[in-house]
């Protein structure tokens, strides 16, 4: 079974800082390098969003509440993606899920985390 593996979520006051990374591993494993990625999150009675995307190539791209203080990059050496969080307010307050093989024509992914919450609070 493909498994993608999120990590560094927690409770961060308003204006810090967060890294969620994203592995998958085992035999299974998705290999990041031959998939555009992609970080979604999903907010208490919101519909889930899109937050970032990277190709394989490295072209980024991010929904426009978090241009300029987010980050996705990518280790292919690592097989791992990660998003860095600055500056992070309230609103972002969600589960983030890290998603594989995203398709720019039709906004789907293939293959999904489980999610690791984010809590911005004072």
């Known amino acids: 079974q493909v498994q993608l593996v999120e990590s560094g979520g927690g409770l961060v006051q308003p204006g810090r800082s967060l890294r969620l990374s994203c592995a998958s591993s085992g035999s299974t494993r998705i290999i990041f390098s031959d998939n555009v990625m992609g970080w979604y999150r999903q907010a208490p009675g919101k519909e889930r969003e899109l937050v970032a995307t990277i190709s394989i190539t490295s072209i980024t791209n991010y929904v426009d509440s978090v241009k300029g203080r987010f980050t996705i990059s990518r280790d292919n050496a690592e097989n791992t993606v990660y998003l860095q969080m600055n500056s992070l307010k309230p609103e972002d307050t969600a589960v983030y899920y890290c998603?594989?093989?995203?398709?720019?024509?039709?906004?789907?992914?293939?293959?999904w985390g489980q999610g690791t919450q984010v809590t911005v609070s004072s």
């Open positions: 998603a594989a093989g995203y398709n720019y024509y039709s906004k789907k992914s293939d293959y």
